[in-house]
């Protein structure tokens, strides 16, 4: 809450002993700055007569010295004005290095999980979201306050090694291996997958079995499976930490399921010993979900003794109780994953653990088809792979920036920037919709928009880093109100999208601020042109506060600016 919102606050409890923060929006300019529904509430919770309420605030609001209007529309919303200086002194009240930043979350511990691939194939758009949103959140929760853990849950366990094994000593070469590594090692699997697909319709097993067979022979430590298990996860690996390079992601810990499978059978066993679970005749082993109305349970043992993802994910959570003790674990995974998780998650209620698991999904990312319909987004190849469309930004990049001089570093600014503020475009719920054209629109809701909006911002102060600072207490900041009341609803936009788990609200925000700053040059000369030193001063002022909100704000996404574009 900030002042304005503070000295509403203690008007109320003046007037009315009633205690209640109040939320302020920003009513058409017509009317005012701010505007307040707290009469209507305090009303309704009084049994008073709203209109009544309302006047009887207002008289008081109007004492004070920071509105220069205060009125009253409809049935009791409170519309409030404050001049630019007011404005200005509350902004410099709550200015400083971690402005929008608080620490609501001190003393609280939250896990986020992302993006956790899976070894077997290359990085594919699919892991685009979680580890984007993923990101995103870690920033928000630590600007919050909140202890961050980021954590890789990768999938690098289980029959995967052996379809690998089987269709490399089938399907390729060392010298094929050497050349194209993890993209030849997602060749050979995809072609597995699909024959071992084909020999079951046959009635065959000749592969399957040689698939077991050398997990089998992994399990039981043999020298040329481990040697061939570690070749193929370091090159896996190798090729996930590049793609979370270019990502410009990481995460403080990488516990895979690997990790977890040697905790599965204590997990089961806990779950068996506290009557949570219940084991069938044929031997395996499940939990049923009934009283949290499932009418599937959730099989955590197979009736030959093997683990599970589930398996896995309870292990997991244990884990990360007995050493994190979190209040809170976020997995940042696909939508198509929502059912296990609210079983997942009603398993560990019912075996007693309270911490907060929360399932943050996403919709998918779609593109435009050639004829205009709309589908999931795919190559002719099939999935669209990390790198291919990363390349691919790189190159739009380019194009943007045209023949101006722009460095490699900077076009890869642009690139992500554009990929990721596309990802924050709407609601994480819904699908996205990726079409190059938009997202890399110089004058759309785009990242590279925002990007060059700040750019603009920060050539100004660059090129005008000698003024000498002027007197600014003459000016009266009017040209600059709608920036600086954008700019005081900074810290506002950064708890509630920490608070709501959705970091697509701060990506709304700072395509405002740069709307608003755009309206703001067309009118207003800052530093070049008819001004004179106190207004370039004071100007020059407001425009380093808005260099540093849309530095942070990107910074929260994961975004950074260019020094040229
Ligand atoms: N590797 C999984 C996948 O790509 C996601 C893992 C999600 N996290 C978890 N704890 N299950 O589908």
Same mark, same amino acid.
């Given at each position: ?157 289980? !029959? $995967?090694? +052996? ?5 490399? @000593?089938?399907?390729?070469?060392? %010298?094929?291996?050497?050349? =194209? /590594? ?78 977890? !499978? $040697?905790? +599965? ?5 806990? @779950?068996?010993?506290?009557?949570? %679970?219940?084991?069938?005749? =044929? /031997? ?282």
């Amino acid at each position: 809450m900030n002042n304005i919102a503070q000295i509403i606050k203690q008007v109320l409890f003046d007037v009315f002993a009633v205690d209640h923060d109040i939320h302020l929006s920003r009513p058409d300019e017509q009317f005012g700055d701010y505007a307040t529904n707290i009469a209507l509430q305090v009303a309704k919770s009084l049994g008073k007569n709203p209109r009544e309420v309302a006047e009887s605030l207002a008289a008081k609001l109007r004492e004070t010295t920071i509105f220069t209007d205060v009125n009253i529309a409809g049935p009791g919303f409170i519309n409030l004005r404050v001049s630019a200086t007011s404005l200005v002194r509350e902004l410099e009240q709550q200015w400083g290095d971690r402005f929008g930043e608080n620490q609501s979350g001190a003393g609280k511990t939250v896990v986020v999980e992302y993006p956790s691939p899976n070894m077997a194939k290359p990085y594919s758009v699919g892991h685009l979201r979680p580890g984007n949103q993923g990101w995103a959140v870690k920033r928000l929760m630590e600007a919050t306050g909140w202890k961050v853990i980021t954590d890789n849950h990768l999938g690098d366990y289980g !029959a $995967p090694f +052996g379809v690998w094994v089987t269709g490399f @000593l089938k399907l390729s070469s060392e %010298a094929a291996l050497e050349r =194209d /590594g993890v993209y030849e090692l997602g060749r050979v699997y995809i072609a597995t997958k699909q024959a071992l697909k084909e020999e079951k319709e046959r009635g065959e097993s000749v592969l399957a079995d040689e698939v077991q067979q050398w997990l089998i022979k992994l399990e039981n430590g043999d020298e040329q499976a481990k040697s061939f298990s570690e070749r193929f996860n370091r090159i896996s690996l190798a090729h996930i930490h590049t793609v979370m390079n270019r990502l410009k992601i990481s995460t403080d810990y990488e516990l895979g399921e690997a990790f977890f !499978a $040697p905790y +599965g059978k204590a997990a089961v066993q806990k @779950l068996l010993e506290t009557g949570v %679970a219940v084991q069938n005749d =044929d /031997g395996s082993i499940i939990v049923p979900l009934d009283d949290y109305g499932f009418d599937v349970p959730l099989l955590v043992q197979k009736s030959n003794g093997a683990a599970l993802y589930a398996t896995s994910d309870l292990a997991t959570i244990l884990y990360r109780e007995e050493h994190w003790h979190p209040d809170k674990v976020i997995y940042c995974v696909g939508a198509e994953q929502q059912f296990y998780f609210t079983q997942l998650f009603a398993m560990a209620k019912k075996l007693g653990i309270t911490t907060d698991l929360y399932h943050l999904w996403f919709g998918f990312i779609d593109q435009l088809n050639d004829d205009g319909t709309r589908a999931k987004m795919s190559s002719r190849k099939g999935v669209i792979l990390m790198e291919e469309l990363l390349d691919k930004a790189e190159q739009r990049a380019r194009s943007v920036v045209a023949e101006r001089d722009v460095s490699d570093e900077d076009i890869k600014k642009i690139a992500l920037g554009a990929i990721k503020f596309s990802d924050f475009s709407a609601d994480r719920r819904t699908n996205i919709l990726f079409d190059w054209d938009s997202i890399f629109a110089l004058t759309g809701y785009s990242g590279p928009y925002i990007q060059y909006a700040a750019v603009r911002v920060n050539k100004i102060l660059g090129d005008n880093i000698d003024t000498e600072p002027a007197e600014t207490s003459e000016y009266d900041y009017e040209a600059e109100k709608a920036v600086l009341a954008k700019l005081l609803g900074y810290p506002e936009v950064v708890t509630l999208a920490a608070t709501s788990i959705e970091p697509h609200k701060v990506a709304t925000y700072l395509h405002e601020l740069a709307r608003e700053m755009n309206r703001y040059y067309e009118s207003t000369p800052v530093a070049m042109g008819d001004v004179t030193v106190t207004q370039k001063w004071a100007r020059l002022g407001v425009l380093k506060k808005v260099s540093h909100v849309f530095t942070h704000g990107l910074d929260l996404l994961g975004i950074e600016i260019p020094s040229r574009m």
